[in-house]
Nanobody, 126 residues
Framework: VRLVESGGGLVQAGGSLRLSCAASGRTFNNLRMGWFRQAPGKEREFVAAISWSGGITDYVDSVKGRFTISRDNAKNTVYLQMNNLKPEDTAVYYC????????????????????WGQGTQVTVSS
């Protein structure tokens, strides 16, 4: 599976960005998808995840109410809408995926994901 992220950039605090992750190489409908981020000097951390159908989502507490993960199975793409961005959201954002599981399950751990994108930089200025 190949994942290509896009949509990162520089934004002021309080602004918004929408990240996209296009998947290829495998049937997208039964792939569990997730977004992670890694700030300089820190470990990669979970941000959001979504189930096959998109009916189940999960978020790290620090982004709840501000970020929304969604997917368009017809376009083989998962999105991360980020609103009210804060300087502490600055990081490289990675899309990840893995198959298997059930249609209603999500994954939140780095080691649970098999495939990763190259990452896209998000920088939030104060």
């Amino acid at each position: 599976v190949r994942l290509v992220e896009s949509g990162g950039g520089l934004v002021q605090a309080g602004g918004s960005l929408r990240l996209s992750c296009a998947a290829s190489g495998r049937t997208f409908n039964n792939l569990r998808m997730g977004w992670f981020r890694q700030a300089p000097g820190k470990e990669r951390e979970f941000v959001a995840a979504i189930s096959w159908s998109g009916g189940i989502t999960d978020y790290v507490d620090s982004v709840k109410g501000r970020f929304t993960i969604s997917r368009d199975n017809a376009k083989n793409t998962v999105y991360l809408q980020m609103n009210n961005l804060k300087p502490e959201d600055t990081a490289v954002y990675y899309c990840a995926t893995t198959g298997g599981g059930t249609p209603w399950s999500v994954l939140t751990k780095v080691h649970e994901y098999l495939y990763w994108g190259q990452g896209t930089q998000v920088t939030v200025s104060s």
